[in-house]
């Protein structure tokens, strides 16, 4: 089955600096990576997504790249701010016509320093 | 409360107890998921279902039992657990079968369970 791994586990970054976390995948087929962030005692959500027929997706101040040879993929955010302060989690999935089974990254702990 | 929610949200129970989790969608999704989430692990996969039936069980040990009414509600019955079993369990829908880009799933708040 689908292998992946995140780093770092904990990450503290200066506001105003960026942030960027790192997973790896084992199943080439693979297809659609989301990563979700979780802040404090509350639910995941999604920030955003890419599928494996395009290299980078931006939204705002987060971007995540793909490279599907390498078979990793980055969440970057920048300009970073307290409220980026939260667990994020990536993972990768096998599409299968919609239905994601997602396998998650064991999460990065992400701090924003004032 | 829109979205997912989920019932309890905290539950302690000893090893010989029954208990049941409940997970409700308001999104009109055709497929839900269980999720375990202990510290320091991944985010585990449990089960999944499509259109009210089950077709994911990643090896899910027998003493979590999965049902499906229908394509809104989602529960697992909890029965002998151990203390290991102790996470937050999460509750997730999405569209399936749907073509394009929009499969993101939806969490619920989670059951937070203590297992004595």
């Known amino acids: 089955g689908e292998n992946v791994e995140q780093h770092p586990s904990t990450l503290s970054v200066q506001e105003g600096d960026s942030a960027v976390i790192k997973c790896t995948y084992s199943?080439?087929?693979?297809?659609?990576f989301p990563w979700y962030k979780q802040e404090l005692g509350k639910r995941p959500q999604l920030i955003i997504d890419i599928r494996s027929n395009v290299g980078e997706k931006k939204d705002q101040r987060i971007a995540v790249t793909l490279n599907k040879t390498a078979k990793h993929f980055s969440l970057h955010i920048t300009e970073t701010q307290p409220e980026d302060s939260a667990v994020y989690f990536c993972a990768a999935s096998r599409s299968n016509f919609g239905n994601e089974k997602l396998t998650f990254g064991t999460g990065t702990r992400l701090t924003i320093i004032p | 409360e829109t979205g997912v929610t989920q019932t309890p949200r905290h539950l302690v129970m000893g090893m010989t107890n029954k208990k049941s989790l409940k997970c409700e969608q308001h999104l009109g999704h055709n497929a839900m998921y269980w999720y375990k989430q202990s510290a320091k692990k991944p985010l585990e996969l449990m089960f999944v279902y499509n259109f009210k039936e089950q077709t994911e069980n990643n090896s899910v040990p027998s003493r979590f039992s999965p049902e499906c009414p229908n394509s809104s509600h989602l529960f697992l019955h909890l029965h002998t657990l151990q203390p290991e079993d102790s996470a937050l369990y999460l509750c997730?829908?999405?569209?399936?079968?749907?073509?394009?880009?929009?499969?993101?799933?939806?969490f619920g708040p989670g059951t937070r369970l203590t297992v004595l």
């Open positions: 997730a829908s999405s569209r399936f079968g749907a073509s394009g880009t929009n499969n993101e799933q939806f």
């Open positions: 199943d080439s087929a693979s297809n659609y």
